[in-house]
Nanobody, 127 residues
């Protein structure tokens, strides 16, 4: 049984940092790309970042480029998202998901390209 568990969310002031983690079990973690998504109240789920199976190729939505960094440790089956200089617009529930492919497709932000989602972790940024 595949399990995906996010952690690390919290309440911070604008300009501060958080690091999210996603652990995967019951799955060959190192064989697939991984994605981070977020969903703010009243908004659609948005792709935040995608990383290929080796961690060589990384993609970000424009709004987080230069502030967020995705990484993975295949030996520990862990995906991370370092979030710096957080803004109130970053407030959302953050999810990680397993890509259906080894890499990140051109439209990597499409939810349908991912299986096995976690329950999410809340990030709240106050101004």
């Amino acid at each position: 049984q595949v399990q995906v568990v996010e952690s690390g969310g919290g309440f911070v002031q604008a300009g501060q940092s958080l690091k999210l983690a996603c652990t995967v079990s019951g799955f060959s973690f190192g064989a697939q790309g991984m994605g981070w998504f977020r969903q703010a109240p009243g908004k659609e789920r948005e792709g935040v970042s995608c990383i290929d199976w080796r961690g060589e190729y990384k993609y970000y939505v424009d709004s987080v480029k230069g502030r967020f960094t995705v990484s993975r440790d295949n030996a520990k089956s862990t995906l991370s998202l370092q979030m710096n200089n957080l803004k109130p617009d970053d407030t959302a529930v953050y999810y990680c998901a397993i890509s259906k492919s080894v890499g990140c497709p051109n439209d990597w932000g499409r939810s349908s390209y991912y299986d096995h989602w976690g329950q999410g972790t809340q990030v709240t940024v106050s101004s």
